[in-house]
């Protein structure tokens, strides 16, 4: 009776198994959620990463939480993946790297996408700042293109 639980145990297992190897295998074959190009004029840091100068791709494979985009520089070359901290739904009709400055260094505070509908915000403290009247300069918009179009 033991020897047939623990087959019945093994069965269930390996049927669970299959199931969740077939999930991952059909979720890889998926177009990405988001996929497009950007280019910076100057060096920003983004997350934990410094991105130079330069010419750079952006692939979102889900819209689960957290959303991961990963970077990679026009080559192909993988450069980061950044994890969003937060979402906000108001993404004002454009899709862009949204940048202030602190400290002197260029900071990319959030990604706009409206293809998307949403705002993934990296470093709230920036995304949430009330701009001063001399600060205002200091907010950038970096154009996303989508290559899901």
């Known amino acids: 009776m033991k020897a047939i639980k623990s087959q019945g ?6 049927l669970l198994a299959n199931c969740l190897f077939a999930t991952g295998a059909r979720a890889q074959g998926l177009d990405p959620a ?16 410094v991105l130079p100068a330069g010419d750079y791709t952006i692939t979102i494979k889900s819209t689960g939480t957290p959303m991961i985009a990963m970077i990679r520089s026009a080559s192909g070359d993988a450069i980061t993946n950044v ?13 862009a790297l949204l940048i202030k400055e602190r400290g002197g260094q260029r900071i990319v505070h959030s990604l706009a996408l409206n293809d998307l509908g949403v705002v993934l915000i990296y470093d709230p403290s920036l995304a949430h700042e009330k701009p001063l009247v001399q ?15």
């Open 9 to 14: 145990k093994w069965l269930v297992m390996v």
């Open 34 to 49: 988001y996929a497009g190009k950007f280019t910076l004029p100057y060096e920003v840091r983004w997350g934990k990463s």
């Open 83 to 95: 994890v969003n901290g937060s979402v906000d739904t108001d993404a004002k009709g454009m899709n």
């Open 135 to 149: 600060e205002a300069r200091n907010v950038r918009a970096v154009p996303v293109i989508s290559a899901n179009k």
